[in-house]
């Protein structure tokens, strides 16, 4: 398996058959805040994992409307759970916005401010939507069949929130101090 979309896609189908619409809405709503897809990527993704058979399509006519329905294949539970076995790794990190901010010399000191000022309060954004998240899966419950695997997605999110609080304190803590009032 080439790309993690694929990977998400067979995740998200082990849990449901869903339509490429409720793929694109599943990953909204799960994986979104550390990998996001459009419908222009799922299509192509969805069909590559037909070719490889690690998924099957059926038709489905719900309320008039003729929707196709992707279930993962025994095929495709193997290859997800084979990758899932690999286990975790340590990634590079690959962040454009401190390849910005390494070149931000280039930059006269009004538009540094700016910049740094407008990403702290998009860090401020996402930390505020992750954790409403949190909440409303605190308040939702979990199904006893779902516990299991609440588990791990409830710890991603968590890490999510945490990274971006991480991220924004680092970046206002490099702002006050060379652009705050008692810097130089």
Do not use: C
């Amino acid at each position: 398996m080439a790309a993690i979309q694929d990977k998400i896609i067979l995740g998200l189908l082990m849990f449901r058959d869903r339509s490429a619409y409720d793929v694109k809405k599943a990953i909204e709503n799960s994986t979104a805040f550390f990998y996001k897809a459009s419908m222009g990527s799922i299509h192509p993704a969805l069909k590559k994992l037909l070719a490889n058979k690690w998924v099957t399509v059926s038709d489905l006519v719900d309320n008039g409307r003729l929707k196709k329905i992707y279930a993962i294949t025994p095929a495709g539970k193997d290859a997800y759970i084979s990758w899932l076995e690999q286990g975790l790794e340590a990634p590079d990190v690959r962040d454009e916005t401190l390849v910005r901010l390494f070149f931000f010399g280039h930059l006269d000191e009004e538009s540094r401010r700016e910049h740094i000022k407008i990403h702290i309060a998009l860090l401020d954004k996402k930390i505020s939507r992750l954790s409403a998240m949190q909440e409303q899966m605190k308040e939702a419950g979990i199904p006893p069949a779902m516990r299991e695997h609440a588990l791990f997605q409830l710890a991603t999110l968590d890490h999510g929130v945490q990274y971006y609080r991480f991220t924004r304190n680092w970046y206002q803590d490099f702002f006050d101090k060379n652009f705050g009032e008692g810097s130089a």
